[in-house]
């Protein structure tokens, strides 16, 4: 079965430089959420976007940004980046309508920050 | 607010149960999930409950939800050393996104 895709798997960046981060959400899900998880700290929440609207906005600093495009895919764009922006970023999409509204996670994109 | 508690630590033998707990504050969640992350990896969805029922049982796997304390538990039957991981539980938000506890540290001795 299809599963949550994430681009890409590392990056390794400097300072203040900016990075981007993909995720492809399983065939038919509607909806997609970010999460941010850093050493030895739960999932995060961020943002999340329903039929590519914004639909929720969690703890995401000003220096982040996200959209979700027609194709459902989903980008997290993060400038300036910080020392302490080091972490695991998980993107999950889930069916609004299931009822149960599983959320399915990717493998995860881990950002470090030198 | 929605505010999820677990224990940090849990050590067992190989073959025991093991019983992870967890609170919530949300009484308005429907949905209460248990999620498994192992090193390095991410969340995978190991069952879930509706907040109308009070046990659910899926092979080794038995939820347990006590509405009235906002309690819920996973309990894993004959522990295996594959068991070894973080265990998340969650509690889902009116707006669809999860709020998960600090995860349970499972460990699983030969």
């Known amino acids: 079965a299809a599963g949550v895709i994430q681009s890409p798997r590392h990056l390794i960046k400097e300072k203040r430089e900016t990075a981007t981060l993909k995720c492809y959400p399983i065939?038919?899900?509607?909806?997609v959420y970010w999460y941010q998880q850093g050493p030895g700290q739960d999932p995060q929440f961020l943002i999340s976007?329903?039929?590519?609207?914004?639909?929720d906005k969690g703890s995401i600093p000003d220096r982040f940004s996200a959209q979700q495009f027609s194709d459902y895919h989903s980008e997290l764009n993060m400038s300036s980046l910080e020392l302490g922006d080091s972490a695991l970023y998980f993107c999950?999409?889930?069916?609004?309508?299931?009822?149960?509204?599983?959320?399915?996670f990717g493998a995860g994109s881990r950002l470090t920050v030198l | 607010g929605e505010d999820v508690e677990q224990s940090l630590f849990l050590s067992v033998r190989e073959g025991d149960s093991s019983v992870i707990n967890c609170t919530y504050t949300?009484?308005?969640?429907?949905?209460l999930y248990w999620y498994k992350q192992e090193p390095g990896a991410g969340l995978q969805l190991l069952t879930y409950?509706?907040?109308?029922?009070d046990m659910k049982q899926d092979q080794r796997l038995t939820v347990l939800l006590n509405k009235k304390d906002k309690h819920l538990s996973l309990r894993i039957a004959d522990t295996q050393t594959g068991d070894s991981a973080i265990y998340f539980c969650?509690?889902?938000?009116?707006?669809?996104?999860?709020?998960f506890g600090q995860g349970t540290t499972l460990q699983v001795k030969p």
């Open positions: 409950i509706f907040s109308n029922m």
């Open positions: 949300d009484s308005s969640s429907t949905y």
């Open positions: 969650a509690e889902r938000s009116n707006t669809g996104k999860l709020i």
């Open positions: 976007f329903y039929e590519k609207m914004q639909s």
């Open positions: 065939p038919r899900h509607d909806t």
């Open positions: 999950a999409s889930s069916f609004w309508e299931s009822g149960a509204n599983v959320l399915t």
